[in-house]
Structures are given as C-alpha cells and as structure tokens.
T-cell receptor, first 114, second 113 residues
Framework: AQSVTQPDIHITVSEGASLELRCNYSYGATPYLFWYVQSPGQGLQLLLKYFSGDTLVQGIKGFEAEFKRSQSSFNLRKPSVHWSDAAEYFCAVGAGNQGGKLIFGQGTELSVKP | DGGITQSPKYLFRKEGQNVTLSCEQNLNHDAMYWYRQDPGQGLRLIYY???????QKGDIAEGYSVSREKKESFPLTVTSAQKNPTAFYLC????????????FGPGTRLTVT
C-alpha cells in the first residue's frame, strides 16, 4: 500500500539558516509527489510538485525539493529560512489510479528562532 | 477572485445531531474532495467527486455523507453515526485531468460535545 512518512514531527531552525524537511514514500510505480504548507487554522497551499523529468523541482517562496528514486525520498529544502516560513509542512503522494486521491504524511511543524 | 469557501469557520454541535459543512468553489473545477485532519495524523480522505451527481468513498467515509448536485458545491454531512466527529475539515477541488493539483479551502473546525 502507498504511504508517506515524515520522520520529523517538529523542527526548529534559526532565521537565515538552511532547512531540509524529510519525506519518504512507499509506492510501486513512478509517484506523483507534492509538498504543501499550512499556516495555523488555515487550509493547505501547494508549494511544489513532481510528476516526471528533472528530479530537482522549484516551488514558490524559494523552496525546492529533490526526488531520489533510489532512496524513495522527496526532501524539501530552502537555503535561508524566514520567520514567515513557520508553519506545518505536508508531503503527499498521488495514489495512482484512484482519481486524484492524495496520501499525506503526518506533517512536520517548523518553528523559526529569531 | 476565484477560490474555495468553507463555512462556517467554527461549528459547535451537541452529540447526536447531524451537521452539514458547506464547500463552494468558483474555480470551474470538476473534482472536489473532503479531508479530515486530526493532530499528528495528516489529512485523510473522506469522500471525493469527479463529476456532478457522482461521488466515491475515501478511506474514512463511515459516518459521513455527501451530495454533488451542482458543480460548484460539495456539502459534507457529519452524521450522529460518526464516533469521533471533532476535527478540522478541509475541502479541496481540482481540474479533472489534473486531479492531483488540489486547491484547498480554509477549513471548518467542528467541535462536538
């Protein structure tokens, strides 16, 4: 069965430091992969997506993610974190033939220290 | 402005009552989705609809019902059969041929006591 694991429940980084949020997936075929961000009490916003092609994808707000098939990973990165990046981040995989069904990881909460 | 609206933002109900959550979109999207979010569990799919008058159960459909009479609207009813209804409910929509690119509404927090 498809699944997504985000090993880190909570991460704290200093403003200006680099960031990497981990995501591992389990899926039989080439996956469709996504990162979403959620501010407290709000809906989710799509940061970036991977369908095929270049394994390094650029997203909004200066985020990027790299698809590594050999490691079944799709880690999210940002070179320099801003205080406004504090939020919860969700990795998701498209569940193949189930018409748009997304399977989400448990989420990683990011705190930013001044 | 195009987008998805969910109302109300906060909803309180007594145990044993059915409650309907509203979701409307003006993005001209074909597909719509309902997710439930609980702390530490990510989002789980309740129901989805790819076309008017048709919908499918997701992973946790028990105790919920939906209708899709109009393209713009996909209301979710939380029935008294749902054992743990208190949660944050998110509605999403997408184009049918880009079904994984889902746009989310702001959510409704339902509290049942």
């Amino acid at each position: 069965a498809q699944s997504v694991t985000q090993p880190d429940i909570h991460i704290t980084v200093s403003e200006g430091a680099s960031l990497e949020l981990r995501c591992n997936y389990s899926y039989g075929a080439t996956p469709y992969l996504f990162w979403y961000v959620q501010s407290p009490g709000q809906g989710l916003q799509l940061l970036l997506k991977y369908f095929s092609g270049d394994t390094l994808v650029q997203g909004i707000k200066g985020f990027e993610a790299e698809f590594k098939r050999s490691q079944s990973s799709f880690n999210l990165r940002k070179p320099s974190v801003h205080w406004s990046d504090a939020a919860e981040y969700f990795c998701a995989v498209g569940a193949g033939n189930q018409g748009g069904k997304l399977i989400f990881g448990q989420g990683t909460e990011l705190s930013v220290k001044p | 402005d195009g987008g998805i609206t969910q109302s109300p933002k906060y909803l309180f109900r007594k145990e044993g009552q059915n409650v309907t959550l509203s979701c409307e979109q003006n993005l001209n999207h074909d597909a719509m989705y309902w997710y439930r979010q609980d702390p530490g569990q990510g989002l789980r799919l309740i129901y989805y609809s790819q076309i008017v008058n048709d919908f499918q159960k997701g992973d946790i459909a028990e105790g919920y019902s939906v209708s899709r009479e109009k393209k713009e609207s996909f209301p979710l009813t939380v029935t008294s059969a749902q054992k743990n209804p208190t949660a944050f409910y998110l509605c999403a929509s997408s184009l049918r041929d880009r079904s994984y690119e889902q746009y989310f509404g702001p959510g409704t927090r339902l509290t049942v006591t």
